[in-house]
């Protein structure tokens, strides 16, 4: 195998590139008005509507802009459902509840989409829907009476797609059919990422990175926070860390379960050979528990493929090998390509399977997207951002809902492997 990028296709990209232009930590000012932690979709997507709104803000990342989930992740854009599908929902929170919260869904991706054309993003948007691959009969089946009740409650659209017709939106013969859901669609994460970055920057908000926030305490009306040494007054703070939630904010570490999702992109390929993978220029995933994902690069040049990971370390020599051989089972036809890329990030999953949002000792925070977060972290940010200035449009169906935790849950997924491996072989089973 040739040498290997061990970093995200997407930083290769010039407008990425550009938009890393964080202050260093030795500048941070002594006080703020709100001060945002975390410089992913959901920290910048707040930091946006806090700026418009006249708020004095100071964004900081203990990495760099972007150096979690959202510069890292597949850019596959729907409306991101919950995880627990209709039954689990209806059955958690009941029917009335239940069909806010798919609304609520349906929601994430049309703001995503408004702010894009609103803010003129050039991210690489490309609405041309997804198709979604049953690897069994009975997948297929269940998959189909989902998609008539979501159709039924929130109007959904979405085409059912035979074994025999196929080909006609996916290069594989491995599905016994699938749906096809002709409003997803796919972007570019860096050049999203740095068209937010730029319109906050424009706004006069200062991103600093490195600069880790490594304590903070109410202080007053206020919060004195400590980042990696120095002290700053702000009036505001809002936690949008995810699924690098660390140590130094222990009441998110122990209530989200970061999860490795890993991904690879492979060298440039023959057009005639993209048209074959996908010939509608469509986006994909595998009906299968243990998740996959995979997408034509924004200039269809390349297939882009994510799973997840069995470790919580970052070891692409280990998951570059099994994601080309998960992605040539599905494609043969790419057994001969070689991998130019790959890298991981790690996503936030909660143990109800749902986002949250709200205040905790002062502090704001919107984070666990369970892995389906472009839009949803725009939107919750943005939500959490109207909350911080008391606007009533901030107001989500999440208001209200316990951030659940286990007993002797400190942000260590020991049990992570095991769950894993059964819904793996669970899909060896196509159940
Ligand atoms: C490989 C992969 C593929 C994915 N694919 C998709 C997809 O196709 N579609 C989809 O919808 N979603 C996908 N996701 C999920 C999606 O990317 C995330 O849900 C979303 O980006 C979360 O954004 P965020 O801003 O909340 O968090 P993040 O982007 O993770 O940002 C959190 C930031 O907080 C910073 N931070 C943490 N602690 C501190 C601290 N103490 N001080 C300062 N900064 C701190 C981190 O450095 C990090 O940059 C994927 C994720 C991964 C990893």
Redesign the pocket.
């Known amino acids: 195998m040739q040498q290997i990028q061990r970093h995200p296709y997407w930083w290769d990209d010039v407008a990425y590139k550009a938009a890393q232009r964080a202050k260093p930590a030795e500048q941070l000012p002594a006080t703020v008005g709100t001060l945002v ?8 997507s707040a930091a946006l509507t806090l700026a418009r709104a006249g708020r004095e803000v100071v964004v ?5 802009i ?5 510069a ?6 729907g409306p ?1 459902f919950h995880k627990l599908g209709m039954a689990g929902l209806t059955h958690a929170f009941g029917t009335t509840k239940a069909h806010a919260l798919l609304h609520e869904s349906m929601n994430t991706l049309q703001h995503l989409k408004n702010l894009i054309a609103t803010e003129n993003i050039d991210c690489g948007l490309h609405l041309n829907g997804k198709f979604s691959g049953a690897p069994s009969p009975r997948k297929y089946e269940t998959a189909a009476r989902e998609a008539e009740l979501l159709n039924k409650a929130v109007g959904l659209e979405f085409e059912m797609v035979s074994q025999a017709d196929q080909r006609n939106e996916i290069g594989s013969d491995r599905y016994h059919g699938g749906i096809v859901y002709p409003n997803d669609g796919h972007l570019h ?1 860096g050049r999203y990422l740095a068209g937010l970055a730029e319109r906050i920057l424009a706004e006069g908000v200062r991103i600093f990175a490195p ?4 304590g903070v305490k109410r202080d007053g009306k206020g919060f004195e926070v400590d980042v990696g040494g120095q002290t700053l007054r702000a009036d505001q703070v809002l936690i ?7 140590p ?2 222990p009441f998110f570490q122990k209530r989200v379960i970061p999860i490795r ?3 690879i992109a492979t060298e440039p390929l023959p057009a005639a050979i993209m048209n074959e993978l996908s010939p509608k220029g469509r986006s994909f995933n595998e009906m299968s528990r243990v998740v996959l ?1 995979f997408r034509p690069s924004p200039d269809k040049k390349r297939m882009v493929f ?1 799973g997840r990971t069995f470790g919580q370390a970052d070891r692409p020599n280990r998951y570059a090998p099994d994601l080309k051989r998960l992605m040539t089972r599905i494609f043969p036809q790419l057994n001969d390509t070689a991998i130019t890329h790959a ?6 999953y909660t143990f109800d399977h749902t986002p949250h949002l709200g205040t905790h000792d002062g502090l704001h925070y ?2 666990g ?1 369970c ?7 725009t939107y919750f ?1 943005h939500k959490a951002a109207l909350k911080m200035l008391g606007s009533k449009d901030g107001k989500t169906e999440l208001d209200g809902l316990e951030f659940p935790t286990r007993p002797f849950y400190t942000g260590n997924p020991w049990f992570l492997p095991a769950i894993i491996r059964w819904h793996s072989m669970m899909d060896r089973f196509g159940v």
Not at 60 to 64: E, L, P, S, T, V
Not at 343 to 348: D, F, K, L, P
Request: with cysteine; glycine share 24%.
């Open positions: 932690v975390g410089a992913g979709y959901s920290g910048l900081i990342d203990a990495q760099a972007g150096f979690g989930c959202s890292r992740n597949g850019g596959n854009i991101s994460p600069a880790r926030m490594t949008a860390t995810n699924g690098y939630s660390g130094e904010l999702s890993a991904m994902y994510g890298w991981s990030g790690t996503v936030a919107a984070m997207y892995g389906s977060g472009v839009g949803r972290s940010g």
